[in-house]
């Protein structure tokens, strides 16, 4: 079988296993904010279609100057990129040729970038009897003896934070051996404050360097923008490397109008640690496992039968979860979950308290 | 002075000459089609927008599909990319740490492609005294010495086209010695029909790599859509490093609209080669000398004056054209302009005319 490497394309969910695609279908495999995109959005006048029939600006000044906005980050410290993807393809890209080392279940697109820049991959796994916890004795003495290290943030697709303290530990351990620390923070935005994100620790430490995206938070994976958060020096250097206009005049000219509802991403965090709580509560009773996840998603593991029957079954029903084959370490042993909006969480619950209750 | 690397930024040209930008401003300095977008984009649903909260196909399957049969070849022949600029560095990393030569003056990506993928660069340049044709001979010649070969067919900013029988000849003579060669042909749906455009050569040398846009020729440079054609083994390499999602879902979204009307770009052709034989006439006739361009621009020389005057003679008067300072071996010695509207053309033309009577 060849398992699709990402997960938002149900249809092929449904031509790979052989299922009839005959009811409404729930997307529960893309990691989007169920609550977005935000209100203003459908407001837009629809001549920001026509009025990109400029070129953007090269240097996408005045949206740099939005997003370090945003961040309270200086300019110089920030890249806007198409997406987050490219910004894991660049920084892999400043690495070329050098060794890098790789916390497995992740994202795949580390690897593959890493793969098509050349650099040698060493791979550690995370701690799946401790909830999938970062292995701290044994990454602090591998980050030794490589150049740069990627992880993940909370990390896809666990959902699972490790805690500040772990993290400047780590950074601070990996600046006294010059070794550069990537944290992706696709999904930093739905993650609720006391798990703070690094941009403090960035200020102080040259070697740290933090991957973002808008896509997830505002539900634009289609528009694509991400940026980098580093030091000026390695700013620099990305850019000279970007392709040019490499991200869409739309996205950018929608930015005021995403950022425009100052309280869009507090009010989904609040919603999002509710909509945790109580699905991890009901899917235990049922007998499932979760990972305990801070973000918009999480594995889940039927502790009483094999994960492919349950996939056929939510498949069936029209759930399409995130089958996991190509996480290196999970090899299809957990489904992962989008948190949707309620109706559809329901709906979930719904079918598997079926599918427990038939077995 | 650092003039800006690309054209389509007017206020950094008012910025860096220290000009006011006190009157309406009329932008020559950007490439694209004066009749686009199409008439149809302006009754697109702006739900377009909204759809895009669903991850683009990273196969990009459909939106394939529909390049490919609007250019004639097979899909396996195609790589759709995040604009013609894409389409360039992706080929200068399949060609990562060898030889490349590239014909100057030409657009300055190649040679920062080339340059951010470790290439050797060999430069030869156009025979500038014969109107900038190919010097075949030295190109022929020195072509045997290295891997890949970049020309731009019509070549920007020259506007001048090299014809099919010497492009024949070169492709079939780099064949013999294993060099590739690359054409980018961004310009070449503004190209009357009896110059050919290289596709059914590409069928018969599996050494011919095509560059495409739909940017220029639809005035979306903001939305940002290229492809490549070559032969299927490139192809799929180049897809395996591509970012993924690279192209956004709005223009993958707007293609049928942009392909609806069959005729909008034969109609480009026929508006432009009448309003080309149209400036050369009149811009001859104030004795200015200009490129015999079959593209949607071309370059401009005062035969009588140092273009530096003309050049701020010419923002005071709201035209931004294109400086050349950027292009190797033009250093400043001529301007470039977009044929623009009719209206647009004749202001041009009237400031020219005052520009010659007053000196």
Not at 33 to 50: S, T
Not at 85 to 111: D, V, W
Not at 245 to 250: E, F, L, Q, R
Not at 330 to 337: A, E, K, Q
Request: net charge negative; glycine share 4%.
């Amino acid at each position: 079988m060849k398992w699709p490497a990402h997960g938002g394309q149900p249809e092929k969910m449904y031509s790979l296993t052989g299922l009839k695609q005959d009811k409404q279908v729930y997307d529960f495999s893309a990691n989007l904010n169920p609550l977005g995109p935000p209100e203003a959005m459908k407001l837009v006048d629809p001549q920001i279609l026509y009025t990109s029939n400029r070129y953007p600006d090269p240097d996408y000044l005045e949206a740099t100057r939005q997003i370090s906005l945003h961040e309270g980050v200086s300019k110089h410290n920030l890249l806007a990129t198409n997406g987050g993807a490219e910004a894991i393809f660049l920084t892999a890209q400043f690495f070329s040729n050098k060794k890098a080392l790789i916390l497995e279940p992740t994202f795949s697109e580390y690897r593959r970038a890493c793969s098509i820049y050349n650099l040698t991959i060493t791979t550690l796994t995370y701690d799946e009897k401790n909830e999938f916890s970062l292995p701290m004795e044994n990454l602090l003495s591998t980050l030794e003896t490589v150049d740069v290290v990627f992880l993940c943030r909370p990390n896809n697709p666990t959902g699972t934070m490790s805690s500040y303290a772990d993290m400047k530990q780590i950074i601070e351990h990996a600046s006294t051996h010059h070794t550069a620390v990537v944290v992706d923070e696709a999904f930093i935005h739905f993650v609720r404050s006391e798990f703070e994100d690094l941009t403090s620790l960035q200020k102080t430490y040259d070697n740290l360097i933090l991957l973002r995206s808008l896509t997830k938070i505002f539900s634009i994976p289609g528009l694509r923008l991400g940026y980098v958060i580093a030091h000026e020096k390695i700013i620099r250097t990305l850019k000279g490397n970007q392709i040019p206009w490499s991200i869409n005049s739309v996205v950018i000219n929608l930015l005021p109008t995403l950022f425009k509802d100052q309280h869009f991403i507090k009010n989904t965090k609040v919603w999002l640690e509710q909509q945790l709580a109580y699905l991890s509560t009901e899917l235990r009773s049922l007998d499932f496992y979760i990972t305990p996840s801070v973000a918009n998603f999480y594995l889940l593991k039927d502790l009483h039968q094999d994960q492919a029957n349950l996939l056929n079954y939510l498949l069936e029903h029209g759930i399409i979860p995130r089958h996991t084959h190509t996480f290196i370490g999970l090899d299809g042993r957990y489904l992962r979950f989008a948190v949707r909006t309620e109706e559809e969480n329901h709906y979930l619950l719904h079918v598997l308290k079926m599918w427990r209750e038939n077995r």
